[in-house]
């Protein structure tokens, strides 16, 4: 009787191979056979390049930002300087320190 069972099991997973191979035959087979649309193609291009303006105009709006950002902390870090400079000069000519 054990002997039976094992024979079943074997034969069962044997069968469930065959299975699992005929169908991943026809899954190769149905998706290889299938011609290239040209819009598909088209429309991933577009869709590449809209990408890459996009991007270039990212890169562009924080370029400009970066920039200005920078500007304003030089501006406002000498207009600091000056004004230290400047209490300290005050303090050396008025001669107390």
Known sequence: ????????????LFGALIVLIGVSA?????????PIDERTTTVAAKR????????????KANAES?????EAIEAETTLEL????GDL??????GTE
């Open 82 to 85: 000056e004004m230290q400079l």
């Open 89 to 94: 000069i005050s303090t050396l000519i008025a």
């Open 26 to 34: 026809a899954a190769t087979s149905a998706l290889a056979a299938e």
């Open 48 to 59: 590449d390049d809209l990408a890459n303006v996009t991007i270039r105009g990212a890169r």
């Open 66 to 70: 970066a920039k200005e950002a920078a």
């Open 1 to 12: 009787m054990m002997k039976t069972r094992n024979i079943e099991n074997k034969l069962a």
